[in-house]
C-alpha cells in the first residue's frame, strides 16, 4: 500500500523559510512522478512545484525563484524549500505522487494527509 507522510510544516515569520518532507513506502519512488501542493479551506488544491522521475522540474509562477523541489530516491523523500515565505502562503501542504507526471494538475492518484504552514506577519 502506498504512503506519503509529509512532515516539516509549522510556524514561520514573513520572510523565512521551511523545508517540507514527504516519506514514501510501499513502493519505490524511482520510477514516479511527485509533487507539491496546498489548500485552504473552500478553496482548490493549488500545484506548487512537481519532479519527475528524471529530476525535470515545474513551479507555478507565483513560488518560482522561492521555492525548489527535490528528491532523494535512496531515502525515499521528495523535498519543498520554501524561502521568502508570503503570509498568503498559510495553507495546508501536500505531497502526491503517481506513475504520470501531471505537472501542477491535482490528478495524481496517491496524496498525503498533509502538514500545516502558518506564515505570520
Known amino acids: 500500500q502506498v504512503r506519503l507522510v509529509e512532515s516539516g510544516g509549522g510556524p514561520v515569520q514573513t520572510g523565512g523559510s521551511l523545508r517540507l518532507s514527504c516519506t514514501a513506502s510501499?513502493?519505490?519512488?524511482?520510477?514516479?512522478?511527485m509533487g507539491w501542493f496546498r489548500q485552504a479551506p473552500g478553496k482548490e488544491r493549488e500545484g506548487l512545484a512537481a519532479?519527475?522521475?528524471?529530476?525535470?522540474?515545474t513551479y507555478a509562477d507565483s513560488v518560482k525563484g522561492r521555492f525548489t523541489v527535490s528528491r532523494d530516491n535512496s531515502k525515499q523523500a521528495l523535498y519543498l524549500q520554501m524561502n521568502s515565505m508570503k503570509p498568503e502562503a498559510t495553507d495546508m501542504y501536500y505531497c502526491?505522487?503517481?506513475?504520470?507526471?501531471?505537472?501542477?494538475?491535482?490528478?495524481?492518484?496517491?496524496w498525503g494527509q498533509g502538514t500545516q504552514v502558518t506564515v505570520s506577519s
Open positions: 510501499g513502493y519505490t519512488i524511482d520510477s514516479a512522478a
Open positions: 502526491a505522487t503517481d506513475s504520470v507526471w501531471y505537472l501542477l494538475l491535482p490528478r495524481y492518484k496517491c
Open positions: 519532479i519527475d522521475r528524471a529530476g525535470g522540474t
